[in-house]
T-cell receptor, first 115, second 115 residues
């Protein structure tokens, strides 16, 4: 079975400060990892993904994430937060083989960037 | 916009009503998905269609009935729902189901309230 944990329901950060949204995963085999963002009254928007290769992945809106195999983590980061980054963030994982073709999502982390 | 549209955006229905949710994707994808998003819970995958064929049904009650007439359109027919079915229903699409490295593109969702 595959699973994703987002240990923080809520993250608050001041505008201009760096932000981190945490994600850990559990899978059998090599994972594909994704981050999505959901703004109020909108569907999920894809931010970035890790498939293979460089552990540091860069995505939309200045976000990046680092794949750490030993810690089974894929934390989302941004060097300088904007108020407009305030939204609900979801980490997701899937394995590329076997019957587990579903994308498993975490429960989400609400990011609030304070002006 | 992501290229995935959903109608209606809001729906209020009684437990004895029959209604349908519609999803349309303009991305040329071959896989489409229905998800249920409830407050404080991870996204729940309901159904998966690949080339118009249903490939996943995650033990969804029969009061939810999907239909996929072609690769661009997906419906979710609702009848005799329960109040606990109130949620945001999200449609998504991706190029193929079997290729796990593809991200999914989500519609804005239908906010369903069952009274």
């Amino acid at each position: 079975a595959q699973s994703v944990a987002q240990p923080e329901d809520q993250v608050n950060v001041a505008e201009g400060n760096p932000l981190t949204v945490k994600c850990t995963y559990s899978v059998s085999g090599n994972p594909y990892l994704f981050w999505y963002v959901q703004y109020p009254n909108r569907g999920l928007q894809f931010l970035l993904k890790y498939i293979t290769g460089d552990n540091l992945v860069k995505g939309s809106y200045g976000f990046e994430a680092e794949f750490n195999k030993s810690q089974t983590s894929f934390h989302l980061k941004k060097p300088s937060a904007l108020v407009s980054d305030s939204a609900l963030y979801f980490c997701a994982v899937r394995v590329p083989s076997g019957s587990a073709r579903q994308l498993t999502f975490g429960s989400g982390t609400q990011l609030t960037v304070l002006p | 916009e992501t290229g995935v549209t959903q109608t209606p955006r809001h729906l209020v229905m009684g437990m004895t009503n029959k209604k349908s949710l519609k999803c349309e994707q303009h991305l040329g994808h071959n896989a489409m998905y229905w998800y249920k998003q409830s407050a404080k819970k991870p996204l729940e995958l309901m159904f998966v269609y690949n080339f118009k064929e249903q490939t996943e049904n995650n033990s969804v009650p029969s009061r939810f009935s999907p239909e996929c007439p072609n690769s661009s359109h997906l419906f979710l027919h609702l009848h005799t729902l329960q109040p606990e079915d109130s949620a945001l229903y999200l449609c998504a699409s991706s190029p193929l189901v079997g290729q796990g490295f593809y991200e999914q593109y989500f519609g804005p969702g239908t906010r369903l309230t069952v009274t």
